[in-house]
């Protein structure tokens, strides 16, 4: 079974220049996340899909970042201006239907984005 | 809101030793917990989960243990080994369908 991938797998860009990231997710897979991940810190939730509804964007910086899953499968999130802040490794994860019993979010191996 | 942390932030220990890595959490009301391996560069590998109603869990040389009233978890890794060394990462989650609250992790180091 072909795991989550994600790319870029690196980027350097200049602050207040744009950037996007590319998710696909294991197939079937109805959930999908975003996540960043800053050096030392675990990672924080930025956004849950369900198929190709938005679930949570809580914690979205929605002046910069936006994100979309067209038709529930692929997903694109993208940052614009970025700042320098926003270095970090963004992670995408997918799971079958939600996070419960013996179920798990299956990790990409992510994007590191620098910001400069 | 639910704060998770690990401690050690770091750990070094020789090959063939057995270890215990920390995590507290801060509202005990969890439906389940969740232990992560990241290796550098790569995105995070899922190692036990454990159900509120459980007390622990085990894989091999590893074992998680629950104790939710105290707000703690333990990972023990039995007989160390180089490979073991990755970060370790352990996730809650309030309710079914919400999300998980990670650590900051434990970043280990077993020494040949």
């Known amino acids: 079974e072909a795991g989550v991938a994600q790319s870029p797998r690196y980027k350097i860009i200049e602050k207040r220049q744009s950037v996007a990231f590319w998710c696909n997710p294991i197939?079937?897979?109805?959930?999908l996340y975003w996540y960043q991940q800053i050096l030392g810190q675990g990672p924080k939730l930025l956004i849950q899909f369900q198929n190709n509804g938005v679930v949570d964007d809580s914690q979205l910086p929605k002046d910069r970042f936006s994100a979309e899953r067209l038709k529930g499968v692929d997903s694109t999130l993208k940052i614009q201006p970025a700042k320098l802040e926003d270095s970090a490794v963004y992670l995408c994860?997918?799971?079958?239907?939600?996070?419960?019993?013996?179920?798990?979010?299956?990790f990409g191996p992510g994007t590191r984005l620098l910001v400069l | 809101k639910q704060e998770v942390t690990q401690i050690p932030a770091a750990l070094s220990v020789p090959e063939g030793e057995n270890l215990v890595l920390n995590c507290s959490f801060t509202?005990?009301?969890?439906?389940?917990l969740q232990w992560f391996r990241q290796d550098p560069g790569k995105g995070l590998t899922s190692l036990l989960l454990i159900q509120s109603s459980q007390r622990e869990q085990t894989s091999g040389r590893l074992n998680a243990s629950l104790d939710k009233s105290s707000g703690r978890s333990t990972l023990y890794i039995a007989a160390s080994q180089p490979g073991d060394s990755a970060t370790y990462l352990c996730?809650?989650?309030?309710?079914?369908?919400?999300?998980?609250?990670f650590g900051p992790g434990t970043r280990l180091s077993v020494l040949p």
């Open positions: 996730a809650v989650i309030r309710n079914y369908g919400q999300n998980f609250v």
């Open positions: 509202d005990s009301a969890i439906y389940n």
């Open positions: 994860a997918s799971s079958l239907v939600r996070p419960g019993i013996g179920e798990t979010q299956y």
């Open positions: 197939s079937g897979h109805a959930t």
